[in-house]
């Protein structure tokens, strides 16, 4: 029976550099985020909702603008919320298509968002990555040219890292690729042997 492995971690924790970790030990890693922004370019039904939403200027070109959409929702929970409501039940469904076409023993969902959706029940276990916080602002930085003011608007709608370690059954430290590969392995193993 196929495991699915709940993969999290806050802004800049190295969820990315960890999902493909995994995927050189031929995992099947599912992004949801790209998976999700895909989605709002693509499904009719995404469009009109978002549209309904933000407006006219929800979209440039038939592209979704994310800039702007990013703007909104992070000083807005109400809208943030809205807009999950829309767009999680899609990338749901899209991702249990997806797992109905992978062979391995496990899979991965790489999802930023699973103990904030109180998601956990749906994983067979949860990863959390994280690592020192002034360490992820910068990343953030460097990755997405934010402002530190921005990436701090990120971070406060998500759950803080303590609470994220306490309730996964894995946690990465992710500072040192050498010893987060080495955390990759052992966890990887351990999981080998569960479904085993």
């Known amino acids: 029976m196929l495991k699915v492995i709940g993969l999290t971690g806050g802004i800049g924790s ?4 960890v999902a493909r970790m995994f995927e050189l030990l031929n995992v099947p890693v ?8 895909k989605l ?7 469009k009109i909702g978002i549209t309904q939403l933000f407006g006219e200027k929800a979209y440039i070109n038939n ?3 994310r800039g702007y959409i990013a703007d909104t929702v992070f000083k807005d929970k109400e809208k943030l919320q809205a807009l999950n409501a829309l767009v999680h039940p899609e990338v749901r469904k899209h991702f249990l298509e997806w797992i109905d076409s992978q062979k391995a023993p496990y899979v991965i969902q790489e999802n930023p968002l699973i103990f ?5 029940h749906l994983f067979d276990r949860v990863i959390t990555v994280t690592a020192d916080k002034e360490v992820r602002i910068q990343r953030v930085i460097d990755r997405d040219g934010l402002t530190a003011e ?4 990120r971070m406060a709608n998500q759950l803080d890292d303590t609470s994220k370690t306490e309730l996964a059954d894995f946690v990465i430290y992710n500072e040192n690729l050498e010893h987060t590969k080495t ?3 052992d966890i990887h193993q351990q999981l080998h042997k569960l479904i085993s």
């Open 30 to 37: 599912y992004y949801a985020d790209s998976e999700a922004k």
């Open 63 to 65: 592209e979704l603008n």
């Open 183 to 185: 955390q990759v392995d």
């Open 14 to 17: 190295g969820k990315s550099t």
């Open 150 to 153: 921005q990436v701090y608007d």
């Open 40 to 46: 709002m370019n693509g499904a009719e039904i995404l």
């Open 116 to 120: 904030e959706k109180n998601d956990q």
